[in-house]
């Protein structure tokens, strides 16, 4: 096969971003594995390894990930990564449990395929929380109701998601029939990057295969005992569809903390209560227990539901939490390195 990088987005990123620099030293991630990279460039798919600064001095979230651009030095059919460069949009979450670090699931994606699937699977406050980090990342989302084939009320649950997300378009299909498949062919562009997100069993993988037209990914059949699938897709990966667009498949995921660089994405989500507080008293309104919140007012009214505010409420103190943290981890880190530089000057004191 012929690789040139045009076809995985290159000329598009330098469009976005005004990038400019000569493609031979250039590469894109195509897949992370552990401390070794797959790298697509002009001379083929490369094993790509870090630059010692990069994998000693570098977090986790700022080194390559898959879907980044990433600049190269060749080494026949190797290259080392030197360079990760500046990413137009990144899907991160936080990480399970009770650390407060930043897990980055993708790069450069320009839409993102939010996967459920209608045997289980389907759940209005995990697309909200979905849709909130999409939102915060600046990147469009768009919902997918996979196995439309096994639940006969299909159209009903899509008419939810258009209660509590107008703003968000939701498509029905059957990966495995290839029901609807050909509607989301047509929302898939030449050189852009698309991802597919959602948990285990939702279809992905056999959504992709629908799109390849070829079997690209293994599937594995949902659990009937707990209704949860396994995880056949253990990394991220980068494919090429037959119309030149890109799609980066992911392992499911149950667990989608937020990681948000704005916490106002939360109300972004919200557009009923983000007009309602528009109406509010104050302008820093909780919309908790403040006099004159239009939100709470709302609410007591039967205007607004009752679960769609409680999910508002839930997400807005996760992500005031995580910023919290995050400003506290900087104030630690200037800290230290405000007594690791009084030390050296101590020390240097003593010398003479």
């Not at 670090?101 to 995990?126: H, T, Y």
């Not at 109701?145 to 299909?173: C, F, G, M, R």
């Not at 209560?273 to 908790?288: E, F, G, M, N, P």
Request: charged content about 25%.
């Amino acid at each position: 096969m012929d690789y040139n990088i045009n076809q995985y987005g290159w000329r598009y990123y330098c469009q976005l971003t005004n990038h400019n620099q000569d493609d031979s030293a250039i590469g894109r991630i195509r897949s992370v594995n552990k401390t070794n990279f797959d790298v697509i460039t002009n001379d083929g798919v490369l094993k790509g390894e870090l630059t010692g600064q990069l994998l000693f001095s570098a977090s986790n979230d700022e080194r390559p990930q898959t879907g980044d651009w990433v600049t190269i030095q060749i080494f026949e059919t190797q290259c080392i990564i030197t360079e990760v460069l500046p990413r137009h949009t990144v899907i991160a979450r936080k990480v399970a449990g009770r650390k407060t670090d930043k897990q980055v699931i993708a790069a450069n994606v320009d839409v993102a395929f939010i996967v459920q699937g209608l045997d289980r699977d389907f759940n209005v406050r995990r697309l909200e929380r979905m849709v909130t980090a999409l939102t915060d990342a600046q990147i469009a989302p768009v919902i997918l109701l996979n196995k439309a084939d096994l639940n006969t009320e299909a159209e009903q649950l899509k008419a939810q998601i258009k209660d509590n997300l107008p703003q968000v378009p939701s498509y029905t299909l059957s990966a495995i029939n290839q029901q609807g498949i050909e509607r989301i062919m047509d929302l898939l562009e030449a050189e852009r990057t698309y991802v597919l997100i959602g948990s285990s069993g939702a279809g992905k993988s056999t959504l992709l295969n629908s799109l390849m037209g070829k079997e690209t990914q293994k599937t594995n059949e949902v659990s009937e005992a707990v209704g949860k699938g396994k995880h056949t897709t253990t990394s991220r990966e980068l494919f090429v569809l037959p119309n030149g667009s890109l799609v980066i498949d992911t392992a499911g995921v149950r667990e989608f903390g937020l990681a948000l660089e704005n916490i106002e994405a939360v109300a972004l989500t919200f557009d009923d209560i983000s007009a309602l507080a528009k109406q509010c008293r104050y302008t820093d309104c909780s919309h908790v227990n403040e006099p004159g919140c239009a939100v709470v007012k709302a609410l007591d009214e039967g205007i607004l539901q009752h679960d769609s505010y409680d999910s508002f409420i839930k997400l807005r103190s996760e992500a005031e939490h995580y910023a919290a943290t995050q400003q506290d981890k900087k104030r630690k880190g200037r800290d230290l390195s405000k007594l690791v530089r009084d030390m050296k000057r101590q020390n240097i004191k003593k010398r003479y």
